[in-house]
């Protein structure tokens, strides 16, 4: 699975829009880019997932470059409950694929 | 909606024991992983399984072992427990094909 680069840490303004970029430069032509977050100690969450089209869901957007070296995950309205870390995962989907974790970004959601 | 449900939430052992952390996956889900999360670390996989067989496996020490049973749960079994062991041990399941992974509350082991 490529590698991929996140800021280790952000913050952001509550209700204002909070935008996470990972790098994911050696991104196969066959591999996705996931998004999961954790919250406090939790157990990860889905958040989103896209291979080259950009997508949205309740949740998220997802904007892939053209040339798929890099992503940015878009939380539109930040709540406090978005305080989390966001882990950005590349990886082929066959479906029961493990998931890889890497050092993600810790999100803080500030009043 | 039904989720993962993992046991016990919390367990407290001494170097050298066993313990055994059940995970029940959400029905109809018929893949099971296994997640390593130390202090202050990223989640870390284990072992999965897919229809009862062990489908992939990371960097599981020897001395754990896990299995599917026919009802889909699945067990993790750690021997000679090591004061590195402490960490929480997070299962997740999905339906083979389905991208998604749910994942459990977490079973938040110690070892003294």
């Known amino acids: 699975d490529a590698k991929t680069t996140q800021p280790t840490s952000m913050d952001c303004a509550e209700g204002r829009a909070a935008n996470l970029p990972c790098n994911h430069s050696t991104i196969s032509g066959n591999e996705y880019v996931y998004w999961y977050r954790q919250i406090h100690s939790q157990g990860p969450q889905y958040i989103i997932h896209g291979l080259k089209n950009n997508e949205t869901n309740e949740m998220a957007s997802l904007i892939i470059t053209e040339d798929r070296k890099s992503s940015t995950l878009i939380l539109p309205h930040a709540t406090l409950r978005d305080t989390a870390v966001y882990y950005c995962?590349?990886?082929?989907?066959?479906?029961?694929?493990?998931?890889?974790f890497g050092t993600g970004t810790r999100l803080t959601i500030i009043p | 909606a039904a989720g993962v449900i993992q046991s016990p939430r919390h367990l407290i052992k001494e170097k050298r024991e066993t313990a055994t952390l059940k995970c029940y996956p959400i029905p109809r889900h018929d893949t099971v992983y296994w997640y390593q999360q130390g202090p202050g670390q990223d989640p870390q996989f284990l072992i999965s399984?897919?229809?009862?067989?062990?489908?992939d496996k990371g960097s599981i020490p020897d001395r754990f072992s896990a299995q599917q049973f026919s009802d889909y749960h699945s067990e993790l079994n750690m021997s000679s427990l090591e004061l590195g062991d402490s960490a929480l041990y997070f299962c997740a399941s999905n339906t083979r094909g389905f991208y998604e992974q749910y994942f459990g509350p977490g079973t938040r082991l110690t070892v003294t």
């Open positions: 399984f897919y229809e009862k067989m062990q489908s």
């Open positions: 995962i590349v990886r082929v989907d066959f479906g029961n694929e493990k998931l890889t």
